[in-house]
């Protein structure tokens, strides 16, 4: 099975930069999803990592470490509109483990 | 474009009811699944199918059932609707579960409330 730990709440700064971070503990490893849920919506796809290291997409950046059991999303640039909960999800390996196991969430709270 | 949708947005029921959820999608994806999402839990899987004629238990199967006739619906069946079943459902698929075009597109989700 998988263990995924991420904090329950965040607050930020317009502007600033935020990073959220995620651990995990899993039997087999097969890659690692952030997705973004605003509140009263679905969640939508942010990033995917299989391999170690970072990898950015505009304002966002995500970060792997498989060694240390370790994400984090790096928001930059916070706009108010990145007021959401951040979903940390670990895929394993083998049969349904192939299915992402999904953390708790970040709830984000981006404050002017 | 392609899409997935639910319905109902909304449902209000009472206890023992059967109560049928929907979920449709256009991205003509094999993969499909269920989950819910209550507060203090995140998103936990109920069941999912691979493909048409395939279905299987989630973390949290108990009290639920699907069944895979075509590629795009995959209908979630409460038996008998109980109170601890009052949550937010969403539906969602994917293209594949390795490699690239892997990730899950979800429906905008489905509140239920079990009187």
């Known amino acids: 099975g998988q263990n995924i730990d991420q904090p329950t709440e965040m607050t930020a700064t317009e502007g600033a930069i935020v990073q959220i971070n995620c651990t995990y503990q899993t039997s087999g490893f097969n890659g690692l999803f952030w997705y973004q849920q605003h509140a009263g919506e679905a969640p939508t796809f942010l990033s995917y990592n299989v391999l170690d290291g970072l990898e950015e997409k505009g304002r966002f950046s995500s970060f792997l470490s498989r060694s240390k059991g370790y994400s984090y999303l790096l928001l930059k640039e916070l706009q108010m509109k990145d007021s959401a909960s951040y979903l940390c999800?670990?895929?394993?390996?083998?049969?349904?483990?192939?299915?992402?196991?999904f953390g708790r969430g970040t709830s984000l709270i981006v404050h002017p | 474009d392609a899409e997935i949708t639910q319905s109902p947005r909304h449902k209000i029921t009472e206890t023992g009811r059967q109560v049928t959820l929907a979920c449709h999608q256009t991205?003509?994806?094999?993969?499909m699944f269920w989950y819910r999402q209550d507060l203090g839990h995140g998103l936990r899987l109920i069941h999912y199918s691979y493909g048409v004629q395939d279905t299987n238990k989630g973390e949290v199967s108990d009290g639920y059932s699907v069944s895979r006739s075509n590629t795009e619906d995959l209908p979630l069946t409460l038996e008998s609707a109980a109170s601890s079943q009052t949550s937010v459902y969403f539906c969602?698929?994917?293209?594949?579960?390795?490699?690239?075009?892997?990730?899950?597109?979800f429906g905008p989700g489905t509140r239920l409330t079990v009187l």
């Open positions: 999800a670990v895929r394993g390996t083998g049969g349904g483990s192939y299915i992402p196991t």
């Open positions: 969602a698929s994917s293209e594949s579960l390795a490699g690239a075009y892997n990730e899950q597109f």
């Open positions: 991205w003509n994806h094999n993969n």
